[in-house]
Protein backbone atom coordinates (compact mmCIF):
# COMPACT_ATOMS: atom_id res chain seq x y z
CA UNK A 1 0.00 0.00 0.00
CA UNK A 2 1.47 3.29 -0.39
CA UNK A 3 1.85 6.49 1.10
CA UNK A 4 -0.44 8.76 2.73
CA UNK A 5 1.15 12.73 2.35
CA UNK A 6 -0.44 16.28 2.93
CA UNK A 7 -2.96 17.19 0.12
CA UNK A 8 -3.13 20.93 -1.46
CA UNK A 9 -6.70 21.24 1.03
CA UNK A 10 -4.59 21.52 4.22
CA UNK A 11 -5.71 19.99 7.64
CA UNK A 12 -7.36 17.33 7.65
CA UNK A 13 -6.88 16.00 4.19
CA UNK A 14 -4.44 13.59 2.54
CA UNK A 15 -3.39 12.05 -0.43
CA UNK A 16 -2.54 8.77 -2.12
CA UNK A 17 -0.84 8.33 -5.64
CA UNK A 18 -2.70 4.88 -7.04
CA UNK A 19 0.03 3.54 -9.98
CA UNK A 20 -2.40 2.99 -13.27
CA UNK A 21 0.64 1.61 -15.56
CA UNK A 22 1.16 3.62 -18.40
CA UNK A 23 -0.10 4.67 -21.52
CA UNK A 24 0.77 6.18 -25.18
CA UNK A 25 1.06 9.42 -23.24
CA UNK A 26 3.36 7.94 -20.27
CA UNK A 27 2.69 7.06 -16.64
CA UNK A 28 -1.00 6.97 -15.76
CA UNK A 29 -2.31 7.37 -11.68
CA UNK A 30 -5.25 8.71 -10.05
CA UNK A 31 -4.86 10.12 -6.98
CA UNK A 32 -7.29 9.54 -3.86
CA UNK A 33 -7.66 11.72 -1.07
CA UNK A 34 -9.40 11.19 2.31
CA UNK A 35 -11.10 12.96 5.10
CA UNK A 36 -11.15 11.36 8.27
CA UNK A 37 -13.91 11.86 11.48
CA UNK A 38 -12.81 13.13 14.23
CA UNK A 39 -13.00 10.58 17.51
CA UNK A 40 -16.34 11.61 18.59
CA UNK A 41 -18.11 11.19 14.91
CA UNK A 42 -16.30 8.34 14.60
CA UNK A 43 -18.05 6.74 17.78
CA UNK A 44 -21.74 7.97 17.74
CA UNK A 45 -22.09 9.23 14.36
CA UNK A 46 -25.09 7.50 12.27
CA UNK A 47 -22.74 7.28 8.93
CA UNK A 48 -20.10 5.38 11.58
CA UNK A 49 -20.20 2.14 9.22
CA UNK A 50 -19.93 3.94 6.17
CA UNK A 51 -17.49 4.81 3.43
CA UNK A 52 -17.92 7.26 0.62
CA UNK A 53 -15.89 7.52 -2.50
CA UNK A 54 -16.50 11.27 -4.41
CA UNK A 55 -15.96 11.05 -8.23
CA UNK A 56 -15.81 14.82 -9.80
CA UNK A 57 -17.53 15.49 -12.89
CA UNK A 58 -15.54 17.14 -16.55
CA UNK A 59 -12.88 19.76 -15.85
CA UNK A 60 -12.74 18.94 -12.69
CA UNK A 61 -11.16 17.86 -9.63
CA UNK A 62 -11.60 17.19 -5.71
CA UNK A 63 -12.01 20.40 -3.66
CA UNK A 64 -15.48 20.93 -2.17
CA UNK A 65 -14.07 20.03 1.37
CA UNK A 66 -17.55 21.24 2.82
CA UNK A 67 -19.45 17.91 1.29
CA UNK A 68 -16.46 16.30 3.26
CA UNK A 69 -17.34 17.49 6.50
CA UNK A 70 -20.77 16.44 5.86
CA UNK A 71 -20.08 12.78 5.87
CA UNK A 72 -16.89 12.69 8.40
CA UNK A 73 -19.35 14.95 10.88
CA UNK A 74 -21.75 12.22 10.91
CA UNK A 75 -19.11 9.39 11.12
CA UNK A 76 -18.28 8.31 7.84
CA UNK A 77 -15.03 7.75 5.75
CA UNK A 78 -14.68 10.29 3.31
CA UNK A 79 -12.67 9.88 -0.19
CA UNK A 80 -12.75 11.73 -3.16
CA UNK A 81 -10.87 10.71 -6.33
CA UNK A 82 -9.44 12.34 -8.96
CA UNK A 83 -9.39 10.09 -12.46
CA UNK A 84 -6.47 9.67 -14.42
CA UNK A 85 -5.79 12.99 -16.25
CA UNK A 86 -7.63 15.17 -13.98
CA UNK A 87 -6.05 17.04 -11.22
CA UNK A 88 -3.76 16.17 -8.92
CA UNK A 89 -3.48 12.84 -10.99
CA UNK A 90 -2.72 15.05 -14.66
CA UNK A 91 0.77 14.82 -15.72
CA UNK A 92 2.72 16.56 -18.24
CA UNK A 93 1.90 15.85 -22.32
CA UNK A 94 -1.15 14.08 -20.83
CA UNK A 95 -4.44 15.04 -23.10
CA UNK A 96 -6.46 16.20 -19.89
CA UNK A 97 -9.72 14.05 -19.18
CA UNK A 98 -8.73 11.77 -21.78
CA UNK A 99 -10.66 8.08 -22.48
CA UNK A 100 -11.48 6.74 -25.34
CA UNK A 101 -14.56 4.53 -22.86
CA UNK A 102 -15.71 4.52 -19.47
CA UNK A 103 -15.31 1.89 -18.06
CA UNK A 104 -11.11 2.21 -18.45
CA UNK A 105 -11.72 3.74 -15.17
CA UNK A 106 -12.49 0.76 -13.59
CA UNK A 107 -9.16 0.55 -12.18
CA UNK A 108 -9.00 3.67 -10.74
CA UNK A 109 -12.25 2.94 -8.79
CA UNK A 110 -10.80 -0.41 -7.98
CA UNK A 111 -7.51 0.68 -6.76
CA UNK A 112 -9.65 3.34 -4.55
CA UNK A 113 -11.79 0.60 -3.25
CA UNK A 114 -8.48 -1.78 -1.97
CA UNK A 115 -7.02 1.41 -0.53
CA UNK A 116 -10.23 2.17 1.41
CA UNK A 117 -10.60 -1.11 2.67
CA UNK A 118 -14.08 -0.96 2.31
CA UNK A 119 -15.45 -5.05 1.55
CA UNK A 120 -12.86 -6.27 3.65
CA UNK A 121 -13.12 -4.29 6.55
CA UNK A 122 -17.45 -4.90 6.14
CA UNK A 123 -18.86 -1.93 5.79
CA UNK A 124 -21.29 0.07 3.62
CA UNK A 125 -20.44 1.81 0.06
CA UNK A 126 -21.97 5.36 -0.78
CA UNK A 127 -20.70 6.38 -4.34
CA UNK A 128 -21.08 10.12 -4.93
CA UNK A 129 -20.61 11.50 -8.78
CA UNK A 130 -21.13 14.34 -9.91
CA UNK A 131 -21.71 15.04 -13.43
CA UNK A 132 -19.57 13.37 -15.76
CA UNK A 133 -18.50 11.67 -12.87
CA UNK A 134 -22.07 10.49 -12.15
CA UNK A 135 -22.72 9.12 -15.50
CA UNK A 136 -19.34 6.96 -14.38
CA UNK A 137 -20.36 5.84 -11.44
CA UNK A 138 -23.91 4.95 -12.78
CA UNK A 139 -22.09 2.77 -15.31
CA UNK A 140 -19.49 1.18 -12.53
CA UNK A 141 -22.17 0.32 -10.59
CA UNK A 142 -24.30 -1.74 -13.05
CA UNK A 143 -21.83 -3.48 -13.76
CA UNK A 144 -20.75 -3.95 -10.41
CA UNK A 145 -24.15 -4.77 -8.84
CA UNK A 146 -24.31 -5.23 -5.11
CA UNK A 147 -20.80 -3.28 -4.25
CA UNK A 148 -22.31 -0.35 -3.44
CA UNK A 149 -24.94 0.63 -0.73
CA UNK A 150 -26.33 3.67 -2.04
CA UNK A 151 -25.38 6.02 -4.96
CA UNK A 152 -25.99 9.59 -4.80
CA UNK A 153 -25.84 11.53 -8.20
CA UNK A 154 -25.07 16.09 -7.80
CA UNK A 155 -26.57 16.59 -11.73
CA UNK A 156 -25.19 13.16 -13.28
CA UNK A 157 -24.49 13.94 -16.91
CA UNK A 158 -26.65 10.85 -17.98
CA UNK A 159 -27.94 12.57 -21.73
CA UNK A 160 -26.56 14.67 -24.00
CA UNK A 161 -27.45 18.02 -23.90
CA UNK A 162 -29.06 18.03 -27.63
CA UNK A 163 -31.42 15.47 -26.22
CA UNK A 164 -31.80 11.42 -26.98
CA UNK A 165 -32.89 11.93 -30.42
CA UNK A 166 -29.88 14.41 -31.20
CA UNK A 167 -27.62 11.77 -29.97
CA UNK A 168 -29.18 9.01 -31.77
CA UNK A 169 -28.25 11.02 -35.30
CA UNK A 170 -24.72 12.15 -33.75
CA UNK A 171 -23.37 9.01 -32.18
CA UNK A 172 -22.56 7.00 -35.78
CA UNK A 173 -20.87 10.74 -37.11
CA UNK A 174 -19.03 10.97 -33.85
CA UNK A 175 -17.85 7.57 -34.00
CA UNK A 176 -16.63 6.94 -36.87
CA UNK A 177 -14.56 10.43 -36.58
CA UNK A 178 -13.30 8.32 -33.40
CA UNK A 179 -11.81 6.19 -35.23
CA UNK A 180 -9.59 7.53 -37.61
CA UNK A 181 -9.00 10.90 -35.21
CA UNK A 182 -9.71 10.32 -31.43
CA UNK A 183 -7.05 12.93 -30.69
CA UNK A 184 -8.72 15.60 -33.07
CA UNK A 185 -9.87 18.80 -32.11
CA UNK A 186 -13.45 19.90 -31.33
CA UNK A 187 -14.56 23.84 -31.56
CA UNK A 188 -14.50 25.12 -27.92
CA UNK A 189 -18.46 25.65 -27.04
CA UNK A 190 -17.64 26.44 -23.20
CA UNK A 191 -17.99 30.29 -22.94
CA UNK A 192 -17.00 30.49 -19.26
CA UNK A 193 -20.39 31.18 -17.56
CA UNK A 194 -20.45 28.68 -15.40
CA UNK A 195 -17.53 29.40 -14.07
CA UNK A 196 -18.58 32.97 -13.91
CA UNK A 197 -21.48 31.94 -11.81
CA UNK A 198 -19.83 30.36 -9.32
CA UNK A 199 -17.22 33.09 -8.84
CA UNK A 200 -20.04 35.87 -8.65
CA UNK A 201 -21.53 33.38 -5.76
CA UNK A 202 -18.42 33.10 -4.08
CA UNK A 203 -18.08 29.51 -4.31
CA UNK A 204 -14.95 28.38 -6.73
CA UNK A 205 -11.47 28.73 -4.58
CA UNK A 206 -8.37 29.41 -6.51
CA UNK A 207 -7.20 26.16 -8.69
CA UNK A 208 -3.66 25.10 -9.61
CA UNK A 209 -2.89 25.84 -13.00
CA UNK A 210 -4.60 23.84 -15.66
CA UNK A 211 -6.82 21.82 -13.07
CA UNK A 212 -9.99 23.47 -14.10
CA UNK A 213 -9.84 25.67 -16.84
CA UNK A 214 -12.78 28.77 -17.12
CA UNK A 215 -13.83 27.20 -20.23
CA UNK A 216 -13.23 23.47 -19.42
CA UNK A 217 -10.86 20.83 -21.18
CA UNK A 218 -10.38 20.72 -25.02
CA UNK A 219 -12.68 17.90 -25.89
CA UNK A 220 -11.69 15.34 -28.27
CA UNK A 221 -14.10 12.73 -30.60
CA UNK A 222 -12.54 9.65 -28.92
CA UNK A 223 -13.70 10.89 -25.41
CA UNK A 224 -17.19 12.01 -26.94
CA UNK A 225 -18.28 8.43 -28.42
CA UNK A 226 -17.22 7.31 -24.91
CA UNK A 227 -20.08 9.37 -23.70
CA UNK A 228 -22.29 9.24 -26.17
CA UNK A 229 -22.12 5.34 -25.78
CA UNK A 230 -23.03 5.76 -21.99
CA UNK A 231 -25.61 7.80 -22.42
CA UNK A 232 -26.93 5.11 -24.94
CA UNK A 233 -26.49 2.25 -22.38
CA UNK A 234 -28.69 4.53 -19.62
CA UNK A 235 -31.16 5.54 -22.51
CA UNK A 236 -31.85 1.40 -22.56
CA UNK A 237 -32.03 0.91 -18.90
CA UNK A 238 -29.63 -0.73 -16.45
CA UNK A 239 -29.17 -1.40 -12.54
CA UNK A 240 -26.97 0.46 -10.51
CA UNK A 241 -28.46 -2.40 -7.82
CA UNK A 242 -28.91 -0.23 -5.20
CA UNK A 243 -31.47 3.19 -4.21
CA UNK A 244 -30.13 6.19 -6.00
CA UNK A 245 -30.81 9.96 -4.83
CA UNK A 246 -30.63 12.01 -8.22
CA UNK A 247 -29.74 16.05 -7.03
CA UNK A 248 -31.12 18.50 -9.81
CA UNK A 249 -31.16 21.89 -10.23
CA UNK A 250 -34.92 23.19 -10.55
CA UNK A 251 -33.91 24.69 -13.80
CA UNK A 252 -31.69 25.25 -16.57
CA UNK A 253 -30.47 28.00 -18.62
CA UNK A 254 -28.62 27.52 -22.23
CA UNK A 255 -25.24 29.03 -22.15
CA UNK A 256 -25.40 31.08 -25.18
CA UNK A 257 -24.75 34.11 -23.74
CA UNK A 258 -24.50 35.90 -19.87
CA UNK A 259 -27.51 35.57 -18.43
CA UNK A 260 -28.33 36.77 -14.61
CA UNK A 261 -30.05 33.31 -13.96
CA UNK A 262 -27.04 31.16 -14.67
CA UNK A 263 -26.13 32.37 -10.75
CA UNK A 264 -29.36 30.46 -9.61
CA UNK A 265 -29.93 27.16 -12.54
CA UNK A 266 -28.04 24.88 -14.30
CA UNK A 267 -26.19 26.47 -16.97
CA UNK A 268 -24.30 22.85 -18.29
CA UNK A 269 -26.59 20.27 -18.41
CA UNK A 270 -30.97 20.18 -19.58
CA UNK A 271 -31.78 18.94 -16.03
CA UNK A 272 -35.46 18.05 -17.05
CA UNK A 273 -33.87 15.56 -19.66
CA UNK A 274 -31.31 13.83 -17.06
CA UNK A 275 -34.85 13.81 -14.62
CA UNK A 276 -36.21 11.35 -17.10
CA UNK A 277 -32.99 9.33 -17.79
CA UNK A 278 -32.47 8.82 -13.38
CA UNK A 279 -35.28 6.88 -13.81
CA UNK A 280 -33.64 4.31 -16.13
CA UNK A 281 -31.15 3.48 -13.75
CA UNK A 282 -32.16 1.90 -10.35
CA UNK A 283 -35.85 0.61 -9.54
CA UNK A 284 -35.55 2.78 -6.77
CA UNK A 285 -34.40 6.61 -7.38
CA UNK A 286 -35.27 9.69 -5.81
CA UNK A 287 -34.98 12.85 -7.48
CA UNK A 288 -34.81 16.44 -5.89
CA UNK A 289 -35.07 19.27 -7.97
CA UNK A 290 -33.48 22.14 -5.67
CA UNK A 291 -34.46 25.96 -6.53
CA UNK A 292 -31.78 28.43 -7.19
CA UNK A 293 -28.71 25.44 -7.54
CA UNK A 294 -26.18 25.34 -10.09
CA UNK A 295 -25.08 22.78 -11.90
CA UNK A 296 -22.66 21.73 -9.13
CA UNK A 297 -26.11 21.75 -6.57
CA UNK A 298 -23.24 22.28 -3.49
CA UNK A 299 -21.48 25.17 -5.14
CA UNK A 300 -24.72 27.25 -5.35
CA UNK A 301 -26.10 30.55 -3.13
CA UNK A 302 -26.57 29.58 0.12
CA UNK A 303 -29.75 28.97 0.99
CA UNK A 304 -30.23 26.34 -2.56
CA UNK A 305 -26.56 24.96 -1.03
CA UNK A 306 -28.70 24.59 2.53
CA UNK A 307 -31.60 22.77 0.80
CA UNK A 308 -29.47 20.54 -1.12
CA UNK A 309 -27.21 19.43 1.91
CA UNK A 310 -30.51 18.84 3.33
CA UNK A 311 -31.64 16.56 0.68
CA UNK A 312 -28.44 14.76 1.29
CA UNK A 313 -29.46 14.34 4.73
CA UNK A 314 -32.63 12.94 4.09
CA UNK A 315 -30.97 10.41 2.00
CA UNK A 316 -28.74 9.39 4.35
CA UNK A 317 -30.99 9.31 7.45
CA UNK A 318 -32.63 6.58 5.27
CA UNK A 319 -29.01 4.40 4.59
CA UNK A 320 -28.66 4.52 8.32
Not at 82 to 101: F, I
Not at 300 to 314: E, G, N, T, V
Amino acid sequence: MGEWRPDILGDGFEQQTLPLGSDAEGEVVATLVRSRPHAGARLFGALREVDVLYVHGWSDYFFQTDLARFFTDRGARFHALDLRKYGRSLRPGQAPGYVAALDVYDADIAAALEVMGTSAEGRRLVLLGHSTGGLTLTLWAARHPGVADALVLNSPWLELQLGPLARQALAPIVQARARFDPLGTHPVVDLGFYTRAQRDLGTLPDSPEGWRPAQGFPTHPGWLAAIIAGHARVASGVDVGCPALVLLSARSTPALSWNDAMRATDSVLVVDDIARAATRISSTVTITRIDGALHDVFLSAPDARARAFDALDAGMRGLA
